[in-house]
């Protein structure tokens, strides 16, 4: 018994020795990030997610409880004035239409650099929110229920919390 702990003690200090300067070296990294955010809700105080936090192509693009996580972090990739690519820093991928953009078509994770149907442009409007819409089109991103795990899909402009967002600034480590 007293050996077994012997053991087991070791081998913490031999994993703390091994992995501990590249776990600092990892946080570091993460906050050191420039330009992450929380895409919120201005209605729900929810954000935009990944279902399950799911690293597949065509995981579907939710919207979930507010958590300084990775998966909920995006970061802003500026293309042009105001025109972004938006990396989630979980999954380094970013989202797009799960069909050719229409209203009611919902979003889903994508390899990044795909399609030109990833750039969103971010309209500001009053009290530091915005509108994000597909780039060369009149959809926007909008919630279809206050709950987690419910779909963001593409809808024409309307005057509605269900299509304005915020930008938390964050820096996960986890």
């Not at 954000?47 to 995006?74: F, M, P, Q, S």
């Not at 078509?105 to 994000?132: A, C, D, M, R």
Request: hydrophobic letters at 35%; aromatic letters at 10%.
């Amino acid at each position: 018994m007293k050996a077994t702990l012997i053991a087991l003690l070791i081998l913490i200090v031999l994993s703390a020795i091994i992995f501990a300067p590249r776990i600092y070296k990892d946080v570091k990294k993460k906050r050191n990030y420039a330009n992450t955010y929380a895409i919120q809700n201005v209605g729900t105080g929810k954000d935009i997610r990944v279902h399950n936090a799911g690293n597949d192509n065509g995981t579907k693009i939710i919207l979930y409880n507010h958590n300084n996580w990775e998966c909920i972090t995006w970061q802003l990739i500026e293309l042009e004035d105001n025109a972004y690519l938006l990396k989630n820093l979980y999954t380094q991928k970013t989202f797009e239409p799960s069909a050719p953009p229409e209203p009611g078509v919902n979003l889903w994770q994508q390899t990044l650099g795909g399609s030109h149907f990833q750039y969103w442009e971010f309209i500001k409007q009053p009290n530091e929110t915005y509108l994000i819409r597909l780039k060369d089109s009149e959809l926007y991103l909008t919630i279809t229920s206050d709950e987690n795990n419910s779909d963001i899909i593409l809808m024409p402009k309307q005057d509605s919390n269900n299509q304005r967002w915020k930008l938390i600034r964050q820096n996960p480590i986890i």
